[in-house]
């Protein structure tokens, strides 16, 4: 039911329902808010979208307040400033004044609040200790004194990711969020994710930062600096450099790269379309010796240490194929037909978090060298191409690099939920028949469902793949095999909800629109490779039929004659 209330004097129409905060802004009138994000029930607890409705003695919060008929609202009278105004002077009292060196600088809510609302200089004076910046982890820093309690991290690791990592310690004025026992990330339940980062308003969380460590190797003449980039890199860069969402840069940033000193640009999706293959053949294995199923992928790290975590029964039925990042870094440490003979920097660029862990933790190459020296985030490859002057605005644009040899379409899918599926499903469906999947596209497995499950049938037998879309969704399915539920042949999980698209390491904040955009991106560039299928990869024939044996020996291929070359 429709009907019109006063904003600020001016008549507005509202629905029954709605809040105050909905109807403010469908007619473009902006109030502040730290706490309350979209998709999520409001909870009112930093007070930043109070207004002033005419009859009511104190101010309400806009984003959980319905509007009712009768509301007269001011938005920005000087009663409504003035108590913003004193809130957010109470949450800079605790705040450090470092701004200059913030990571978040420029990109900071509570700055720009600040801002918006003139503050100028500290009124109140600290009265909270300060806090120990938490730096036991690999992936993530946590730095308490930066928390403005908006609790937006607590709910995401609760309610999108299904953790419960972190929660409030403490009471009242001496409460701050931290880990059970306050222990440190490391030590909790944390899996790495990064989508607290995403949401946190502030720079209280962060990824570990790597930058200095690939610019001091880039000025290094001692080492051949090699960077690999994954299939949403150049993608999600686009809007970083305020270009339309879904704007694929790649063939501007390998001119970039080449310049800033990198030797080799490779392409992270032939790390993918080998992944593909181990799974879909190790799947025809277990087919074949009635093995128990389902096989469940293991290229999201996060969902591995959720799996090692949480449900360790089911760790023996996720793939011990390393993921394609890691693929990659064993093929660029190992493939030694370059010139140079100086010592080589493999750099990691995707849009995760957890990557930076998994390149810590897997096992490393037979010489001792990790596969990966480091794993950079999205936005952590945007501050080195600042560092060195790099716009791609005005860089013009070469083409591609796909280092060694060919992407297929198949591995560049694994940037979206339900990819990685769709491609072993490709491949599974040729080693089981000889014959290629028609239609290739899968439709079941694509779009924003928690849970994707397609069924096909292969001669009198059906098979199963699911996708599970956010990590949140992955109990459900868990308790169902665990209660003996035996049709389902492959699972991928993917802990963002999304998929990586969407990674903890993506440009701040979330923004349906812009994931829509990029996930259209990644189909569209999907369609135009020439090669659909990770079996077609002549780049991957050539490591199969033997002609890189070192790579052989460090992946543990294990299923190179159920690949015959003749398949190619
Ligand atoms: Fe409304 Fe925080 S945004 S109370």
């Known amino acids: 039911m429709q009907f019109t209330i006063e904003i600020n004097g001016v008549k507005s129409v509202a629905k029954r329902g709605e809040t105050i905060l909905t109807v403010l802004q469908r007619n473009g009138i902006k109030v502040p808010t730290l706490c309350c994000m979209a998709g999520f029930s409001p909870t009112g607890s930093c007070r930043m979208c109070i207004v002033e409705v005419d009859g009511l003695s104190t101010l309400v919060p806009a984003c959980s307040h319905p509007v009712e008929e009768w509301m007269q609202i001011k938005t920005h009278s000087p009663r409504v400033i003035k108590a913003r105004r004193t809130l957010v002077e109470l949450l800079l009292a605790n705040h450090p004044d470092d701004c200059l060196y913030c990571d978040r600088a420029g990109t900071c809510e509570l700055q720009k609040i600040a801002s918006e609302l003139n503050i100028r200089e500290r009124k109140y004076h600290p009265r909270k200790p300060s806090v120990l910046i938490d730096r036991n982890c690999s992936s993530i820093e946590r730095d308490p004194g930066k928390c403005i309690l908006c609790e937006r991290c607590i709910r995401v690791c609760d309610d999108v990711i299904g953790v419960n990592a972190i929660e409030i310690i403490g009471r009242g004025s001496n409460s701050i969020i931290g ?137 023996e039925s996720v793939t011990s194929v390393k993921s394609p990042q890691q693929i990659m870094g064993a093929l660029i440490k190992t493939y030694m037909n370059r010139d140079s003979k100086k010592k080589v920097f493999s750099v990691a660029v995707s849009p995760c978090t957890a990557k930076k862990e998994e390149a810590d933790q897997d096992h490393p190459l037979l010489t001792g060298e990790k596969n990966v020296d480091v794993a950079l985030t999205t936005r952590e490859l945007m501050k080195i191409l600042r560092h060195f002057g790099m716009d791609l605005n005005a860089i013009e644009p070469g083409f591609s690099e796909t280092g060694y040899g060919m992407r297929g379409s198949s591995g560049r899918l694994y940037g979206i939920s339900g990819g990685a599926a769709e491609s072993i499903l490709r491949s599974f469906h040729f080693l089981m028949t000889g014959q290629e999947l028609n239609p290739l596209k899968v439709s079941e497995l694509r779009g924003p469902k928690g849970r994707k499950e397609y069924r096909i049938k292969i001669g009198k037998q059906s ?23 035996n049709d389902i042949h492959l699972v991928e999980v993917m802990t963002c909800p999304g998929g990586c698209i969407n990674g903890g390491g993506q440009r701040y904040g979330t923004d349906e629109k812009a994931l829509k955009s990029r996930a259209k991106a990644i189909y569209d560039a999907a369609d135009e490779e020439m090669i659909k299928v990770a079996h077609k990869n002549p780049a991957v024939a050539d490591i199969y039929a033997g002609r890189m044996d070192a790579l052989q020996s460090e992946l543990n291929l294990e299923y190179i004659p159920n690949i015959k070359p003749a398949a190619v």
């Not at 899996?191 to 720079?203: A, D, F, L, R, Y």
Request: proline share 5%; with cysteine.
């Open 463 to 485: 098979y199963t793949f699911v996708a599970i879309n956010g990590l949140q969704h992955v109990k459900p399915l868990l308790d169902e095999i665990a209660a003996g539920r």
């Open 179 to 315: 880990t059970s026992y306050n222990k440190g990330l490391n030590f909790s339940a944390c899996i790495k994710c990064g989508q607290c980062i995403m949401v946190c308003p502030t720079n209280a969380l962060k990824e570990k930062d790597s930058t200095q460590q690939v610019i001091e190797a880039l000025n290094n003449p001692q080492l051949h600096p090699v960077i690999q980039l994954s299939s949403t890199v150049g993608i999600s860069i686009a809007e970083e450099y305020g270009l339309k969402p879904g704007k694929d840069l790649a063939n501007r940033l390998s001119v970039a790269l080449r310049k800033i000193g990198f030797m080799e640009i490779h392409d992270t999706s032939l790390g993918a379309d080998i992944n593909t293959l181990e799974i879909a053949a190790k799947l025809v294995e277990k087919i074949r010796n009635k093995e128990k199923m389902p096989l469940f992928t293991g290229c999201c790290p996060s969902w591995v240490y959720y799996a090692r975590k949480f449900r360790p029964e089911f760790m």
